[in-house]
């Protein structure tokens, strides 16, 4: 699974108002469907600021279990 696909999937739900911020990974798997099960629970939280693979960082976790997009300025 690429990435970029799923962010971008996400980036369109926030864009069209189906995906509100913050938001959980069972929001992600309602708006952004086609994804392995497991991917909705593990995406999020493996690219936050100071994930332990060094991926690339697309979200800010806001409390546990709830999340933000991060947009390049």
């Known amino acids: 699974m690429r990435a970029s696909r799923l ?6 739900a926030i864009a069209n108002g189906q ?3 913050p938001f ?3 929001d992600i798997r309602a708006v952004c469907p086609g994804f392995a099960r497991t991917t909705y ?3 999020l939280p493996k690219h936050i600021p100071n994930n332990p693979d060094d991926n690339r960082v697309h979200f800010e976790k806001v409390e546990p279990g709830l999340y933000k997009r ?3 300025l």
Do not use: G, P, Q, Y
């Open 7 to 12: 962010v971008a999937e996400i980036d369109e």
């Open 70 to 72: 991060l947009r390049k």
């Open 41 to 43: 629970n593990t995406f």
């Open 24 to 26: 959980r990974a069972s």
């Open 19 to 21: 995906l509100h911020e």
